[in-house]
């Protein structure tokens, strides 16, 4: 193990801790995880150390490598950080790796020119807390993907709704589903906000005071990929309202975790038997046999207690402090790094879990009791034009008559029924079916079919599972019904012909750049993709925005297969939404709309093209070659951070040289790119100015 060196400020207490004391002190064991933003913001504070004329070229050049170097030994656990916390253990270790280099160590002793452990620390926080919520986001959806597909399979099937868990009213099962989801999408919008929060660059601030080093705090900010600057040092240092906004839509989201478990729970139970605990997701007893326990929804349902837990305890560490930094706030990272990490562990579990859920049709249809109805026959006496008040006494006391008798409100004998209300009639309450009760509902926000075929279609459209967004109609008000959504009546214009600016093959299919109007159906292409994991989702709202990068097949007015070019950089284009239907299989298309796309990317002047793909043998195909992943960091930094299957991925990077030696280029400039939102000055543009 490398010798630790003195402690950063031992100039003044050159004794140093002692041992007991040291082991409160050091942060290591913690905040040792930010080693990733540490040595990014090594790299990108070195830069600006260069332009401040701290640095000379050739040692910025030298700390450049030694970063390098250190961030690949961590990576593969061949180094082991050591000091007391992250700061000064990346600074020793890039001091280290310039000596083991033959390099002098004076860059590495230079890095903390103008900045202090306290900006430091609350850089790196901020740079993890945008990180983790832009993965609470992409694991949220997840989950609500799952949520959608089971509302799509319940279709027409009504279930009971319950309030104080009894009896309410009828529902349709997707009604249920689709509940989740609505909540779901609010802590995505949480989420946005705490990293919204978060995006404030606070170096420049140092110790408390700010620094007499003048450079362009812009540029460093983009290097680290802050989109504002803080604008008061001594708010800067000791700020941790983003933690807590990270920590809070954390704990919200867990509240909603727990009821959609407790929902879950219930519903495997045995009383009520609308599911199965899956297979996979549930444990039986060490005692009883017959067991079948849902425990990843119980651990669901008490995983909200940690999340609410850390987060009271970050909000109770900031009410007691004084502006500033204070060592106290060595303790907001520990509860932020617990809360990702069972957030993280939860959302990778929940969907598989929510996705193996079948229902029980005829447990379902059993919960289905005349209770349900109560309130239809109040409304049917309002529709007689008796006012609710009145109508809700009169049904009150009939179910209280039909609970005395043991019967059913529709078996007391008419003579009964009548003598409370006259319209308590046979007819009358054999009119009452829950298929009528829906019905009456179907607008929005109601729970028959119209609503819920509206909401099922925003929710498709939206987490990438299906076509447009539906047009909500105005409820007539002379009408008595309403209309169906926009979604399931025919389609209001003829398919459009085969548009002369595309290239006709011989089958009679139609290559051309992609339409307006074509995004619904290019959603519903993408769409089986996605459900199986073989695509990435894009909302309906992303490809309206990005309809210029898409290319499609046309055959008979019915769009086939879409594919699309992304520009990553100024020097890097990526073949994305790549699919074919099925059906048009077996044709070349794909083939067809790569080569539509490359034509794209040479018309652009960009000199790569990269995809990320599970049929490389495709690619190859088409002039691509496999390349490292990591020789990609544009795609890297900008997508996979954010891809939830970012641990598990199995796709191959593949990329395809449109000038000669764009990889050997790319491959040189590499370094260039390791930052979370990477800078990088176009050729000939002028050095970044010092403010003097």
Not at 385 to 397: L, M, N, S
């Amino acid at each position: 193990m490398p010798d630790a060196r003195p402690a950063v400020w031992a100039g003044r207490l050159a004794a140093g801790l002692d041992p007991r004391a040291q082991r409160l002190n050091d942060s290591l064991r913690i905040d040792g995880r930010l080693w990733p933003e540490e040595i990014a913001l090594s790299r990108a504070y070195g830069a600006t150390l260069l332009e401040c004329g701290v640095l000379t070229a050739a040692e910025h050049g030298a700390l450049l490598a030694a970063c390098d170097a250190l961030e690949a030994q961590l990576a593969a656990g061949t180094a082991t950080l050591v000091g007391e916390d992250v700061h000064s253990a990346v600074e020793g270790a890039l001091e280290r790796a310039l000596a083991a280099a033959g390099q002098s160590v004076e860059p590495a002793r230079r890095l903390h020119t103008g900045r202090s452990r306290n900006d430091q620390v609350a850089t790196l926080l901020r740079m993890r807390s945008m990180r983790l919520c832009d993965e609470a986001v992409e694991f949220v959806r997840e989950l609500e993907r799952a949520l959608v597909a089971q509302a799509r399979r319940a279709g027409d099937l009504p279930s009971a709704a319950y309030t104080h868990v009894q009896p309410a009213q009828p529902i349709l099962l997707a009604h249920f589903w689709l509940a989740h989801v609505a909540a779901l999408e609010r802590d995505e919008e949480r989420f946005g906000a705490a990293r919204e929060a978060a995006d404030r660059m606070p170096l420049g601030a140092g110790a408390v005071a700010g620094t007499p080093l003048r450079y362009d705090r812009y540029a460093l900010a983009q290097r680290l990929g802050f989109s504002r600057l803080t604008s008061n040092s001594l708010d800067a240092v000791g700020d941790r309202d983003f933690a807590l906004e990270y920590l809070n839509a954390a704990a919200m989201l867990g509240v909603h975790l727990s009821r959609l478990a407790e929902d879950l729970v219930l519903a495997c139970s045995p009383g009520f038997g609308w599911f199965r605990a899956p297979d996979g997701f549930s444990t039986g007893s060490s005692l009883l046999p017959q067991k079948r326990n849902p425990d990843l929804f119980e651990l669901a349902r008490g995983k909200c207690a940690r999340f609410l837990a850390n987060a009271q305890q970050l909000a109770t560490l900031l009410k007691g402090l004084p502006s500033a930094y204070q060592k106290d706030l060595q303790e907001d990272k520990e509860a932020v790094f617990d809360t990702a990490d069972e957030l993280e562990r939860l959302l990778e579990a929940l969907p598989p879990a929510i996705a193996a859920l079948e229902p029980d049709a005829a447990q379902l249809a059993r919960a289905l009791t005349p209770d349900l109805l109560a309130v239809e026959l109040a409304d049917a006496l309002v529709d007689e034009g008796i006012p609710f008040r009145d109508a809700h006494r009169a049904v009150g006391q009939l179910w209280s008559a039909a609970e005395a008798a043991r019967v059913a409100p529709a078996e007391l004998p008419l003579p009964d029924r009548t003598a409370l209300h006259p319209l308590f009639t046979d007819a009358r309450l054999a009119a009452l079916t829950v298929e009528a009760a829906l019905a009456r509902r179907s607008h929005a926000p109601g729970a028959g079919p119209g609503s819920v075929a509206e909401q099922l279609a925003a929710a498709q459209s939206r987490l990438g599972l299906g076509p447009g967004d539906v047009l909500v109609v105005p409820h007539p008000a002379a009408a008595g019904t309403r209309p169906a959504p926009r979604a399931q009546r025919p389609a209001e214009r003829p398919p459009m012909p085969a548009s002369p600016d595309g290239e006709r093959r011989e089958d009679g299919t139609v290559i051309r750049r992609a339409r307006i109007e074509d995004v619904p159906a290019i959603a519903a292409v993408m769409a089986r993709y996605v459900e199986s994991n073989v695509l990435l989702p894009r909302p309906v709202s992303d490809l309206y925005q990005c309809i210029r990068e898409f290319h499609v097949a046309e055959q008979g007015g019915e769009i086939v297969a879409c594919a699309a070019l992304r520009l990553l950089w100024r020097d890097l284009g990526e073949v994305r939404s790549l699919a074919v239907r099925p059906d048009a299989h077996g044709r070349g298309l794909g083939a067809a709309l790569v080569d539509a796309v490359v034509a794209d990317a040479r018309a652009l002047g960009l000199p790569r093209v990269i995809a990320l793909t599970r049929e490389v043998e495709f690619f190859e195909r088409c002039g691509f070659h496999v390349e490292p992943r990591d020789a990609m960091p544009r795609k890297v930094w900008t997508d996979c951070v954010k891809c939830p299957r970012r641990h598990a991925c199995d796709e191959i990077a593949v990329a395809l040289d449109l000038v000669p030696g764009a990889s050997e280029e790319a491959a040189r400039q590499r370094r260039a790119y390791t930052l979370p939102v990477p800078y990088q000055a176009s050729p000939g543009e002028p050095s970044l100015p010092v403010l003097s």
